[in-house]
């Protein structure tokens, strides 16, 4: 099996997991338009590959109001996009022990750029999505967090774990149409997402280019759920087989309530 898409949206595409991957569905011969803040890093991700493989639309996802007609925008110039690749996150400490050092307005951004967002923005691109004849799809990118949250992350864990139950939930509701919903889960992976720890945060986790294939291999297996590495004890043997093991029995009862809620056998 194959990832069988030819036309990338990729949300968050200048920086990080989303640049690696639009460089490697570049590489494959899958086109992608890039979508991120800064125009400069699109305009030099368009020039690297022409304009018969790749396009650049800036966009801040924060700006919720606007997503609506940066969709309309968007499917209206490409109308052959068939892969929603949501990618862009923030990520920052908070310690509620030190509640006056707590900036709640901040807080409250993270969640809505790493989930309320892409709500929104899935919810616009549906109606498009579930016009078309062939098969599409979209991707999260979520987060280990999102099952075991780092205590000093409250913000980037809640949203993660508040996208993973999206991811679900929606996964299960389009199960009957066209639309394949993936989860795409990572280790940390050094990237911008780790500027607050200072100059080494870049140097936290795996390599952005063994990520990136790694990533890619697995996607085309078809899986709708890519778990790549684990959460726990380092140098236990069964960490990662522990880690799975909630993952899937975890899933097995959503579905299992799934099937009941919407009367499916």
């Known amino acids: 099996m194959s990832f069988p898409y030819k036309h990338v949206l990729m949300i968050g595409a200048t920086s990080g997991i989303g640049k690696g991957l639009s460089e490697r569905f570049v590489k494959v011969g899958i086109k992608v338009t890039a979508v991120g803040r800064r125009q400069d ?110 205590v000093t992350l409250p913000a980037y864990s809640a949203s993660k774990a508040a996208l993973n139950a999206f991811t679900l939930c929606l996964r299960d509701q389009l199960a009957l149409t066209k639309i394949k919903v993936i989860e795409l889960s990572p280790p940390p992976v050094q990237s911008e997402l780790h500027d607050y720890m200072g100059t080494h945060g870049r140097k936290m986790g795996m390599p952005l280019d063994e990520f990136s294939d790694k990533a890619f291999e697995l996607l085309e297996t078809g899986s709708d759920q890519i778990i790549i590495g684990t959460v726990g004890p380092p140098g236990n043997a069964d960490t990662t087989a522990k880690f799975l093991e909630v993952i899937e029995k975890r899933r097995s009862v959503f579905e299992w309530l799934s099937k009941l809620m919407l009367g499916r056998s």
């Open 41 to 150: 890093r699109l305009d030099e991700f368009v020039s690297k590959h022409g304009t018969s493989k790749a396009a650049g639309v800036a966009f801040d996802l924060a700006n919720t109001a606007k997503i609506p007609q940066f969709v309309n925008d968007v499917t209206t110039a490409s109308p052959d996009i068939d892969c929603l690749f949501l990618n862009a996150g923030v990520q920052a400490k908070y310690d509620f022990s030190k509640p006056d050092l707590v900036d709640v307005a901040a807080f409250n951004s993270e969640i809505n750029v790493n989930f309320t967002s892409f709500v929104v923005l899935v919810h616009a691109f549906l109606p498009f999505l579930l016009s078309k004849k062939t098969d599409t799809s979209i991707v999260f990118t979520g987060s280990h967090l999102a099952i075991v949250p780092a």
